[in-house]
């Protein structure tokens, strides 16, 4: 299986916010990187935003139909 590409970032984090993050990994028993990359991980998943989830989660307008055109304001006034 290949591995997956993973890139670098900087973040910046209050004092009490790592605290926080470092004490919840280490009762898990991750990494403090890898629990970051958990808590991004399932805020994607929950928020549908994974890729895989984005193509089950919002399926493209069939192509097989045409638009519908939008009524124009003259047939709006006279409904």
Same mark, same amino acid.
């Given at each position: 299986?290949? #591995?997956?590409? &993973?890139? @670098?970032?900087?973040?910046?984090?209050? /004092?009490? &916010?790592?605290?926080?993050?470092? /004490?919840? *990994? *280490?009762? #898990?028993?991750? @990494? &403090?990187?890898?629990?970051?990359?958990?808590?991004?991980?399932? *805020?994607?998943?929950?928020?549908?935003?994974?890729? +895989?989830?984005?193509?089950? *989660? %919002?399926? +493209?307008? @069939? %192509?097989?139909?045409? /638009? %519908?055109?939008?009524? @124009?304001?003259? #047939?709006?006034?006279? %409904?």
């Amino acid at each position: 299986m290949p #591995e997956k590409k &993973t890139k @670098s970032f900087i973040l910046r984090v209050d /004092a009490d &916010t790592m605290n926080a993050i470092e /004490a919840w *990994a *280490a009762d #898990e028993f991750r @990494s &403090t990187n890898g629990q970051l990359q958990w808590i991004i991980t399932e *805020a994607l998943r929950k928020a549908k935003r994974l890729p +895989s989830q984005r193509k089950q *989660a %919002q399926p +493209s307008p @069939s %192509q097989d139909k045409p /638009a %519908q055109p939008l009524p @124009s304001d003259d #047939e709006n006034i006279n %409904q």
